[in-house]
């Protein structure tokens, strides 16, 4: 009965990074390219993301990965240098400062408008998972999509902290132990979806290509420099989730 009185919710993390840049580690381009880097980063600033939410009265119970970002276009990319131009689908300040490095042009499309956005021209590219591109049905307006991984975004479940300090003893350590559950399998989960997905992708005609390693060392450097823009910003405690993410 306790445990229902918590009324649990669900956001991205990167999505509060306006209140602190420590939030934005979870969508820094070509940090954590796998699940398994994924998993070792969210390891590594799993702390100091707990402590903030708990400075502003947010319990975290558990955070669970989407699918790798990956490329979707029309044009072949076998390096950096073949992106320069591109129309280029951003919906934030992490792919919109992407795209500047990257010689690409960003316009700011929503979810929904991705495919009118591909029929008027006014994208050419876009970065996403493969979720998204098989939701939107990709096929209709690119023809290829290439597995960068260039970050995998997480949800995060939170639930009030007072309401969560209000329940005895035994229920808060029963629904921290059933957020490790759920914590487990949503990470098993987002795995077969991402290769679910990409199957979907396929099976409608579009190629699905492992990128060149002229273009992931391009994006690599990308990555570098943007990494490297985030820890100007978070001083100290970003450079202790890079050390610890990176031992």
């Known amino acids: 009965v306790q445990t229902m009185q918590v009324q649990a919710g669900e956001v ?14 979870d ?4 940090l954590a390219t796998s699940y398994d880097d994924a998993e070792q980063l969210w390891d590594a600033s799993r702390d100091a993301i707990e402590s903030r939410l708990a400075d502003d009265g947010i319990q975290l119970l558990y955070a669970v990965p989407w699918p790798a970002q990956g490329l979707y276009t029309s044009r072949e990319v076998n390096g950096v240098d073949d992106l320069e131009g591109l129309k280029f689908r951003a919906y934030n300040a992490t792919t919109s400062r992407l795209a500047e490095l990257t010689g690409m042009v960003p316009t700011q499309v929503e979810v929904p408008d991705i ?14 998972s493969p979720s998204t591109g098989a939701n939107s049905k990709a096929w209709d307006f690119v023809d290829r999509f290439y597995d960068i991984q260039a970050w995998l975004p997480k949800n995060m479940v939170i639930v009030n902290r007072r309401a969560f300090d209000a329940l005895d003893e035994e229920t808060r350590q029963a629904v921290l132990d059933a957020a490790a559950e759920a914590e487990k399998r949503g990470w098993e989960m987002s795995r077969k979806e991402a290769a679910a997905k990409k199957a979907v992708l396929e099976d409608n005609g579009m190629q699905v290509l492992d990128p060149s390693q002229a273009l992931m060392d391009g994006l690599t450097d990308v990555g570098r420099t943007m990494t490297d823009e985030w820890l100007e910003k978070t001083g100290e405690d970003g450079q202790a989730i890079i050390e610890a993410y990176r031992q």
């Open 12 to 25: 991205f993390i990167s999505l509060l990074a306006n209140e602190d840049p420590i939030f934005a580690v």
């Open 27 to 30: 969508s820094i381009p070509f």
């Open 115 to 128: 495919p009118q956005a591909f029929a008027t021209g006014i994208v050419e590219a876009m970065i996403t």
